[in-house]
Structure formats: C-alpha cells, structure tokens
C-alpha cells in the first residue's frame, strides 16, 4: 500500500521560512515523479514544484528564487525549503506522487506525454499540510 506522508507546515511570519518534508513508502523500482501542489481557500489548486528520480525539477514562477526543492531518492523523500515567505504563500500544501519522470516541460509516463501534467496523472496523494503566513 503506498503511502504519501507531509510534515514541516506551520504558522510564520511574513520573511520567515519553512522547510517540507514528504514521504512516499510503498513503491519501490519504479521511477517516481514526486511534487509539491497548494491550495488556498477560493483559489485553484497550483503545482510549486516537481522532481523526478533524476533531480530534474520544475519550479512555478510565482516562488522561483524563494522555494528550493530537494530530494533523497533513496528514501523517496522530497524537500521543500521554503524561504521569504508571503502572506500569499498561505495555502495547504500537498504532496503527489506517480510512476514516470520529468521530460522537458512534461511527465512521460506509460508510453504517454502529458505538458502540463493535469492532477489526475498523479496517482497518490498526502493528506496536506497548511502553511499559515501573517502580514
């Protein structure tokens, strides 16, 4: 059984930083496309960042030069430090995960090329955890 596990949310002030850990357990040799998704309330939910097995990443702009992502293949963890947070940033984080690997601006997985890689070609999900940062 797969199991997708975040941890690291909190609430700071604007400036400050937080780091985010993820845990996927369960899968093993597979390659594994791993991502951070937010979600505010009334807004759609955003893809920060993405890893595959081989550390290519993709950043969303609207945290590039604050947001790092970093991976431990070997525990199938995935980082996220976080830093010169916004008040915008506020916002439950998850965690995705799915079999494939980061090719150009897509996912290629099972034979199929998806740019952008919709929601759905991820097959395991985290329960979320919420990042609160006050003005």
């Known amino acids: 059984q797969v199991q997708v596990m975040e941890s690291g949310g909190g609430s700071v002030q604007s400036g400050e930083s937080l780091r985010l850990s993820c845990v996927v357990s369960g899968v093993t040799g597979k390659p594994l496309l791993m991502a951070w998704f937010r979600q505010a309330p009334g807004k759609e939910r955003e893809r920060v960042a993405a890893?595959?097995?081989?550390?290519?990443?993709s950043v969303a702009d609207s945290v590039k030069g604050r947001f790092t992502l970093s991976r431990d293949n070997g525990k199938n963890t995935l980082y996220l430090q976080m830093n010169i947070l916004k008040p915008e940033d506020t916002a439950m984080y998850y965690c995705?995960?799915?079999?494939?690997?980061?090719?150009?601006?897509?996912?290629?997985?099972?034979?199929?090329?998806?740019?952008?890689?919709?929601?759905?070609?991820?097959?395991?999900w985290g329960q979320g955890t919420q990042v609160t940062v006050s003005s």
């Open positions: 890893s595959d097995s081989n550390s290519v990443a």
């Open positions: 995705a995960a799915t079999s494939g690997f980061w090719y150009g601006h897509g996912l290629y997985k099972d034979g199929y090329y998806y740019t952008p890689p919709p929601d759905y070609t991820y097959q395991y």
